[in-house]
């Protein structure tokens, strides 16, 4: 157990609809980190906060937006969600700002199947 | 840009060694990381290097050549356990994210 909780686990919805994947990260962790996986992809970052602010973006699509709030944890929005959007869906967090050799701590991630 | 490249697949036999290789070209470095990741699973951290040389943890060890842009992972005495897949990270001190390739799916046959 990483200490970084996801949820939902597991998410079913339709095309068109909004969903959204909510992350605490480990006590004590300024940083958190959204990635997606698809079965043929990688991992692909998509953006990161460090203490309540946008720290750095991946290739995120303008359909989706993230934030960290005071108490740390974070949610990914996803809206207007596409077939292609089905993926697994991870939330990382470290405690600084990962760029200086923090490493980084996932979560179970959260299972998007669109249909 | 930044690009990390490592094998798509690898096959070895339980008991043996093998090595996993990853070069990489990043608008600056900071480190690179290894993680574990068995399917449908979290990636669990496995290594980092930041310095030139070998860092040894057990059956696992991991290689950084900064001025080559090139990694290696070793994984020792192989057990059918070890079958997962091995990501290659590169965290860049231009915007601090930490990129992954797309991983090495690792065989291990008894």
């Known amino acids: 157990d990483s200490g970084v909780t996801q949820t939902p686990k597991h998410l079913i919805t339709a095309t068109g609809q909004r969903v959204t994947l909510r992350c605490s990260p480990r006590?004590?962790?300024?940083?958190v980190y959204w990635y997606q996986q698809s079965l043929d992809q990688g991992l692909q970052f998509l953006i990161q906060?460090?203490?309540?602010?946008?720290?750095a973006k991946g290739n995120i699509l303008e359909r989706f937006s993230a934030q960290q709030f005071p108490d740390l944890h974070s949610e990914l929005n996803l809206s207007s969600l596409e077939l292609g959007d089905s993926a697994l869906y991870f939330c990382a967090s470290s405690e600084g700002d990962g760029g200086r050799g923090n490493t980084i701590y996932f979560g179970e991630g959260s299972w998007l199947t669109v249909v | 840009g930044q690009n990390i490249d490592q094998p798509t697949e690898m096959t070895a036999t339980e008991g043996a060694i093998v090595q996993i290789n990853c070069t990489y070209q990043?608008?600056?470095?900071?480190?690179l990381f290894w993680y574990q990741q068995h399917a449908g699973e979290a990636p669990t951290f496995l290594s980092y290097n930041v310095l030139d040389g070998l860092e040894e943890k057990g059956r696992f060890s991991s290689f950084l050549s900064r001025s080559k842009g090139y990694s290696y992972l070793l994984l020792k005495e192989l057990q059918m356990k070890d079958s997962a897949s091995y990501l290659c990270?590169?965290?860049?001190?231009?915007?601090?994210?930490?990129?992954f390739g797309k991983g090495t799916r690792l065989h291990i046959l008894p």
């Open positions: 990270a590169v965290s860049g001190n231009r915007d601090d994210k930490i990129i």
């Open positions: 906060y460090y203490n309540g602010e946008e720290r």
């Open positions: 990043t608008s600056g470095f900071n480190g």
């Open positions: 006590s004590g962790d300024l940083s």
